[in-house]
């Protein structure tokens, strides 16, 4: 299967700051990327779609101006968690959508977000 | 609203056994089926994916999709402790709805 890559793996910060979250397709195109949010025991929350090239297509009640989405180029996708507090304390995964064949959708491999 | 249930478990099955999975989806214009393994703190594996009703074998899994019926299912033969794990069911038209999961644990 293709291969989606996430950096950093975990991260802990303070509260107020600013983390930034790289999703890479390494051996495919991706035309669109995804972003979903999980916390623990619940299921996968889509927070928003970017398409490489153009503004980010966000979920109802996932604000726009705190989860900055970056789809710059058809193989990196950037998530940055503005001003971050404890509550979005969360696994972040990343997914890619291969635009060629049979459209399949892979998952990174997320990246655990601590905000103390 | 586009949705696609899935029992939440857990269901139990004994090695060796096979494990039974179900979905339902409410979008008739949904085209393409997928099955994802979840372990525990990692993210989905897509493991199988269906766009046509029958069949599809690979390995020890059976997808099965009816869309008549609006169903899909999954089966795992010589189940392994290793499959024990949610999975998640998929339906897709232009956008992916995921299942909420079926927890499977396999006794050994």
């Known amino acids: 299967g293709a291969v989606v890559s996430q950096h950093p793996s975990w991260v802990i910060c303070k509260s107020g700051t600013s983390v930034k979250i790289e999703c890479r397709s390494l051996d495919f195109q991706a035309t669109t990327m995804f972003w979903y949010r999980q916390f623990p025991k619940q299921s996968l929350m889509l927070m928003a779609t970017s398409n490489e090239g153009s503004k980010a297509t966000y979920e109802q009640g996932v604000e726009k101006d705190k989860f900055l989405i970056n789809h710059a180029s058809l193989t990196l996708s950037t998530l940055t968690v503005t001003s971050a507090h404890p509550e979005d304390s969360s696994f972040y995964i990343c997914?890619?959508?291969?635009?060629?064949?049979?459209?399949?959708?892979?998952f990174g491999p997320g990246t655990r977000l601590t905000v103390t | 609203q586009k949705e696609v249930e899935q029992n939440s478990g857990p269901l139990s099955v004994p090695e060796g056994a096979i494990a039974s999975l179900n979905c339902t989806y409410s979008d008739r214009g949904s085209q393409s089926f997928f099955w994802y393994r979840q372990y525990s703190g990692k993210s989905p594996e897509l493991i199988m994916s269906?766009?046509?009703?029958g069949d599809k074998e690979d390995g020890r899994f059976t997808a099965q999709l009816n869309k008549a019926s609006q169903y899909v299912s999954l089966l795992i033969r010589d189940s392994q402790p290793s499959d024990s794990a949610t999975y998640l069911c998929?339906?897709?038209?232009?956008?992916?709805?995921f299942g909420k999961g079926t927890r499977l644990h396999i006794l050994p």
């Open positions: 997914s890619a959508r291969i635009w060629v064949g049979l459209n399949e959708q892979y």
């Open positions: 998929a339906a897709r038209d232009d956008k992916i709805i």
């Open positions: 269906i766009y046509s009703n």
